[in-house]
């Protein structure tokens, strides 16, 4: 079972940029197809951005984040970023990052969490 561990969350005004990143223990992490994903207060979480493996970088974003978001991975360092730009105050959200099948995500790390507040 692969260890998660989110970072680079925090306050920022809307419009403004957050990088955040993802460390994953797991041996094989260049083959698995990975996501981020968000949990807003009182909603569900959802699957914001995607991004495949084995060596390629196919990337898919949710409507709500595209053209905004970038994720990208670095596989000599097990991470996987989601560079966030043009925050809006709805994507105030706890932030998480695990493999982009339904079904087959490891246990969840602790999330990071992103407010756009002025």
């Known amino acids: 079972q692969a260890h998660i561990v989110e970072s680079g969350g925090g306050l920022v005004q809307p419009g403004g940029s957050l990088r955040l990143s993802c460390v994953v223990s797991?041996?094989?992490?260049?083959?698995?197809?990975m996501g981020w994903y968000r949990q807003a207060p009182g909603k569900e979480r959802e699957l914001v951005a995607t991004?495949?493996?084995?060596?390629?970088?196919?990337?898919n974003y949710a409507d709500s984040v595209k053209d905004r978001f970038t994720i990208s991975r670095e596989d000599a360092k097990n991470t996987v970023n989601l560079q966030m730009n043009s925050l809006l105050q709805d994507d105030t959200a706890v932030y998480y990052c695990?493999?982009?099948?339904?079904?087959?995500?490891?246990?969840w790390g602790q999330g990071t969490q992103v407010t756009v507040s002025s």
């Open positions: 695990n493999r982009a099948i339904d079904g087959l995500q490891w246990s």
């Open positions: 797991e041996p094989f992490f260049s083959d698995y197809f």
């Open positions: 991004i495949s493996g084995g060596g390629g970088s196919s990337t």
